[in-house]
């Protein structure tokens, strides 16, 4: 039972690169979501699903984007990667709310 | 805005002693409330949701609307209580749930 995957777990960007944050679910949930953790701060929403075909903003939407074409898949793309994008992020999965999180992605601009 | 409030970044009790951590919140509306752990080298999961009155490993929450709060209770500490604890709060839908900056329990032996 993986429960929710994501890779990297590790990725150093130059300032302007852009990449692909990987996450999948094997629970078949409705509901996915996007976090970012910055060092001494709680999680924040970066986008949300609840279901394929349906995205939302979160608190920090800004310079991300994500797509859910199957109910397996939330990936969250970065077009233009900024140095206050540094962080730890964390797909989470649930049936109404987060319940499983992945081991996260540690991703530094340079 | 809808914020929440974990006033402390460590907290540290000793082993059989009460352990209460502290949860506030800022919402107009209905608000549903969370609290998650994380265990050292473990993954971030959900620990209970106000709405089930529920009881996990020993640990408690009430919902008091009047002074805003959600803190988490146990009365009788132990060692694998250690870890950090998030208080979350959903707004405007089930889906919308943002997070405190966490507090980090230590249990001494």
């Known amino acids: 039972n993986a429960g929710v995957t994501q890779t990297p777990k590790f990725r150093i960007l130059k300032i302007g690169q852009s990449m692909t944050l990987q996450c999948t679910q094997d629970?078949?949930?409705?509901?996915m979501y996007w976090y970012r953790q910055d060092p001494g701060m709680g999680l924040k929403l970066i986008y949300y699903?609840?279901?394929?075909?349906?995205?939302d903003k979160g608190e920090v939407p800004n310079g991300y984007n994500v797509s859910r074409s199957t109910t397996e898949d939330f990936p969250l793309r970065l077009e233009l990667a900024a140095p206050s994008q540094t962080s730890v992020y964390f797909c989470?999965?649930?049936?109404?709310?987060?319940?499983?999180f992945g081991d996260g992605t540690r991703l530094s601009i340079l | 805005a809808q914020r929440v409030t974990q006033p402390e970044k460590l907290l540290s009790v000793f082993k059989g002693a009460p352990v209460e951590l502290k949860c506030n919140y800022s919402?107009?509306?209905?608000?549903?409330l969370f609290w998650y752990v994380q265990y050292s080298r473990q993954r971030l999961q959900l620990l209970l949701r106000?709405?089930s009155r529920e009881s996990i490993k020993g640990f408690t929450a009430d919902l008091n609307k009047g002074e805003t709060s959600f803190h988490l209770k146990k009365p009788f500490a132990q060692e694998e209580d250690s870890a950090m604890y998030y208080c979350?709060?959903?707004?405007?839908?089930?889906?919308?749930?943002?997070f405190g900056s966490g507090t980090r329990l230590s249990i001494r032996p």
């Open positions: 106000h709405i």
């Open positions: 919402y107009s509306g209905s608000p549903e």
């Open positions: 629970m078949n949930h409705n509901y």
């Open positions: 989470a999965s649930g049936s109404n709310q987060p319940q499983h």
């Open positions: 979350a709060l959903s707004f405007s839908s089930a889906s919308k749930i943002i």
């Open positions: 699903s609840v279901g394929a075909g349906i995205t």
